[in-house]
C-alpha cells in the first residue's frame, strides 16, 4: 500500500495538522520543541496537548526524545510542511484581495485543512499566474 502525504493527511484530523503545522513553526523558530512551547503557543491545557503527543507519536508523526523534545517524523513533516504551505499561500492570497492579515490567517487556517490537494494544486498554479509574490513569505 502506497503513502502518500494525501493518504497520511486524512488519517488526521485538522487539529491534529494545526499541532504539526505548530510543531515544524516552533522547530524552525527555535531549533527544538517541547510540549509546553505547543501549550503556550496554541494556548491550550497541558493535558490537551499531552494527549495530542501521545495520539501524534502513537501514528508516527512525531518521536519524542527522553527529554522531552519532540521531532517530526518523514510522515510527520511532509503533512506538517504541507499544511503550512497551504496556510502561507492562502494566507497571502487573502491579504493580496484585500482582507485584513488577521482575517486572512484565520480563515486560511480553516481552508488550509478542507481543500484537496487537487484544487489547491490549482489554485496554486492559478495564483502563481497572476500573483507572482504570493506564497513567497
Request: proline share 1%; aromatic share 6%.
Amino acid at each position: 500500500i502506497e503513502r502518500t502525504v494525501e493518504t497520511e493527511m486524512k488519517k488526521l484530523y485538522e487539529s491534529g495538522e494545526n499541532y504539526l503545522e505548530t510543531i515544524l513553526v516552533l522547530f524552525n523558530r527555535h531549533g527544538e520543541v517541547r510540549s509546553i512551547d505547543i501549550v503556550r503557543e496554541m494556548e491550550l491545557s497541558k493535558p490537551s496537548v499531552s494527549r495530542a503527543m501521545g495520539i501524534l507519536k502513537e501514528g508516527g508523526f512525531i518521536l519524542i526524545d527522553e527529554n522531552g523534545y519532540i521531532t517530526l517524523t518523514e510522515d510527520g513533516r511532509q503533512v506538517a510542511e504541507t499544511i503550512y504551505e497551504r496556510h502561507r499561500v492562502l494566507t497571502d492570497w487573502l491579504v493580496s484581495l484585500g482582507v485584513d492579515e488577521k482575517t486572512a490567517a484565520e480563515d486560511a487556517c480553516r481552508m488550509e485543512h478542507a481543500i484537496s490537494s487537487t484544487s489547491f494544486d490549482r489554485l496554486k498554479e492559478h495564483i502563481k499566474k497572476y500573483h507572482q509574490n504570493i506564497g513567497k513569505s
